[in-house]
Structure formats: structure tokens, C-alpha cells
């Protein structure tokens, strides 16, 4: 299984971005997925978290501007960030637990970065 991050890039303060996770490989489901993000300098930080269910949490930092989802049939989840800030300026990393064949394990996509430009 792999799972990769991308849509990362430059965009001015206000902007908006989407961040995609695509999982391949030998797949029975896709429970949760979780979206990261770590500045230069500061440590790995949840931004949003998407349930088996679809029930969904976020950080302080982005409630009411940036959304996750998921399409179950792409095996692929989203990240809609709106409203950008030089402060939302990261690498953003995606975490997924993917079932196999067998069993369950937690996978992270490599990383796509984000610059916001004020």
C-alpha cells in the first residue's frame, strides 16, 4: 500500500488550496485519515481528522476555514483549505489506516508543502 500527498504550492494570503491523499495498492477499506502539518522549526501538528463514519474534527487554528473529506470509492481523501495565512505556511503530511488483506496498519503519505505568501 502507498499513499500519496499533493496539491501542496504557493498562494497568497486569502487563497485557497486543495490538498489530495491517494492510497494504492491492495486495499479492503479506508477507516480514518488524518491530516498534519509541521512549520520549519516546530513540531508536527493534528489539523483535521476524518472518522470511519465520516464525523470529522479540527484544530482550532482551522475551524471554519479548511475542510476534509473523502471519496471512498478513489480511496483518496481531501483537504480543502480556504482563507489561507502565511501562518498556515507547513509541510502537510496525511496519516491513513488502511485495511489489506489481513489486517489494519497506519500509513503516511510523504508530505506536500504549503507556502502562504502575506
Known amino acids: 500500500v502507498r499513499l500519496q500527498a499533493f496539491g501542496g504550492g504557493l498562494v497568497q494570503a486569502g487563497g485557497s488550496l486543495r490538498l489530495s491523499c491517494a492510497a494504492s495498492?491492495?486495499?479492503?477499506?479506508?477507516?480514518?485519515m488524518e491530516w498534519y502539518r509541521q512549520a520549519p522549526g516546530k513540531q508536527r501538528d493534528l489539523v483535521a481528522t476524518?472518522?470511519?463514519?465520516?464525523?470529522?474534527t479540527y484544530a482550532d487554528s482551522v475551524k471554519g476555514r479548511f475542510t476534509i473529506s473523502r471519496d471512498s470509492a478513489k480511496n483518496t481523501g481531501y483537504l480543502q483549505m480556504n482563507s489561507l495565512q502565511p501562518e498556515d505556511t507547513a509541510v502537510y503530511y496525511c496519516?491513513?489506516?488502511?485495511?489489506?488483506?489481513?489486517?489494519?496498519?497506519?500509513?503516511w503519505g510523504q508530505g506536500t508543502l504549503v507556502t502562504v505568501s502575506s
Open positions: 496519516n491513513a489506516n488502511i485495511r489489506g488483506l489481513c489486517s489494519s496498519v497506519d500509513y
Open positions: 495498492g491492495t486495499i479492503t477499506s479506508i477507516k480514518s
Open positions: 476524518i472518522s470511519t463514519g465520516g464525523g470529522t
